[in-house]
């Protein structure tokens, strides 16, 4: 079965600085989609950047990116300029077909 | 931007009750989910719905649960007999094409559940 890790329950950045937050999976498939969602306080989980594991290039969605290691099974999540707004918790996803199956969570605090 | 609407966005029921959490997809989506997330801990699967059928469901999902789209908008979520355990947030999210991956999910806002 799938699974999905996130090492860091919790992060801290400094505004305007940069920070990687990471995520581990398992699979036996080799083609697969790995997603980013963030959910602020208001608890709404909102699509951040997604993967295509048959793409060798790495996603960019404006301030965050991605560092996707196939081999590795290593998926992580770079946000840089960190703004307040950024604070919440971030999980990372696999999706082979249907379900999506998340990781366990990274809060991530922004100090000013 | 199209949205997924969930109804209501906080109920309170008694423990044993039943309760009917509703939600409305992105009206061209296919493929439907219910998720659930205890306070704190990570997002789980409970169920996914194509073609008016239950198309996988997770452990959790037993008996007391049950899934309908009774008019081709709402899909809605009913659990039978709650337990104090059932106390979640619960996800309604849906997805367009081929649904083998590629389509991101898109979430609502959420339903808070919380059994007395």
């Known amino acids: 079965a799938q699974t999905v890790t996130q090492s860091q329950p919790e992060m801290s950045v400094q505004e305007a600085e940069t920070v990687t937050l990471s995520c581990t999976y398992d699979?036996?498939?080799?083609?697969?989609?790995l997603f980013w969602y963030k959910q602020p306080p208001s608890r709404q989980m909102i699509l951040v950047i997604r993967q295509e594991a048959y793409k060798q290039q790495n996603a960019t969605e404006n301030r965050f990116s991605v560092n996707f290691q196939k081999a590795a099974k290593s998926f992580s999540l770079k946000i840089s300029d960190s703004q307040l707004g950024d604070a919440a918790m971030y999980f990372c996803?696999?999706?082979?077909?249907?379900?999506?199956?998340f990781g366990q969570g990274t809060e991530l605090s922004v100090k000013p | 931007e199209p949205e997924v609407t969930q109804t209501p966005s906080h109920q309170v029921t008694q423990m044993g009750q039943e309760v009917i959490l509703r939600c409305v997809p992105i009206s061209n989506h296919l493929y439907f989910y219910w998720y659930r997330q205890i306070l704190g801990q990570k997002v789980e699967f409970l169920v996914s719905f194509y073609n008016n059928e239950i198309s996988e469901k997770s452990e959790i999902f037993d008996d007391q649960f049950s899934v309908e789209r009774p008019d081709g908008s709402n899909f809605t979520l009913k659990i039978r007999s709650t337990k104090l355990e059932d106390s979640a947030m619960y996800f309604c999210a849906s997805s367009d094409g081929s649904g083998g991956g590629e389509a991101p999910l898109h979430f609502g806002n959420g339903t808070r559940l919380t059994v007395t």
């Open positions: 996803a696999y999706r082979k077909w249907g379900k999506l199956i």
């Open positions: 699979t036996s498939e080799s083609d697969y989609y």
